[in-house]
């Protein structure tokens, strides 16, 4: 397998994290997006959208958009454990990365663009003030589910936490307040001591 990545992308951390808890050796292949390589067309070729990340599978197909590759990884490799194969259990996985798509990207991942002047055609989408807004939703949502649970849409991880941890907790490196969310940092704690958990690639200093 070979996944196009960029060690500072949340998205390729994603993909990386779950490789990581499943134990599959991997290459990565490095994209270097400040240089406009993702528009090349020999990029474009395995992923239209010209993003990162992109992953190659063992048969040599081309699978693009983090969500997508999750899906994939956790059915090929990790079983049901990472996404349940029941109706009810894989829709309350797809209702958080769709939270994560949505109220996440364009809320505390695009804040943290923002705030960190990354160059990025995401921070042009919107305001720091319009990604504070949905940042916050996402910030309840999640909150509120972990108020009473451990984990976001079963009893175990799934990709549902693996997704939408990175940005949240990256969030403070957006320089907005991220106080008073104490299940979200105790939902940190739990996931950042699983067996074969890997650092989130910070820019700055981690939390205290
Ligand atoms: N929805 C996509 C978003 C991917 C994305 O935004 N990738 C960024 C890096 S984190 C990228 O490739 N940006 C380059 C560009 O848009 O030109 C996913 O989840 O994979």
Redesign the pocket.
């Known amino acids: 397998m070979k996944l196009y990545d960029l060690e500072r992308?949340?998205?390729?951390y994603k993909i990386r994290l779950l490789l990581s808890f499943l134990g599959q050796d991997y290459e990565r292949v490095p994209v270097a997006?400040d240089e406009g390589a993702?528009r090349r067309p020999e990029f474009l070729r395995l992923n239209p959208r010209?993003?990162?990340?992109v992953l190659l599978t063992d048969e040599g197909e081309a699978v693009w958009?983090?969500?997508a590759i999750l899906v994939y990884l956790a059915r090929r490799y990790g079983g049901e454990r990472w996404l349940p194969g029941d109706p009810l259990g894989m829709a309350r996985v797809m209702q958080w990365l769709a939270l994560e798509?949505n109220e996440g990207?364009y809320g505390t991942a695009r804040a943290r663009v923002i705030g960190l002047n990354i160059k990025?055609?995401?921070g042009q989408t919107g305001t720091l003030e319009e990604s504070r807004c949905l940042a916050e939703r996402a910030l309840v949502v999640l909150e509120g589910r972990l108020t009473d649970h451990a984990w976001l849409a079963a009893e175990h991880p799934t990709i549902a936490d693996i997704a939408c941890y990175p940005y949240t907790a990256l969030f403070p490196e957006s320089g907005l307040p991220f106080d008073g969310y104490p299940a979200i940092h105790a939902w940190f704690r739990r996931l950042e001591a699983w067996p074969g958990y890997i650092a989130v690639p910070r820019r700055s200093a981690p939390r205290a």
Do not use: E, F
């Open positions: 992308s949340g998205n390729c997006l993702q010209g993003q990162i990340p958009d983090s969500t798509q990207r990025s055609g995401l």
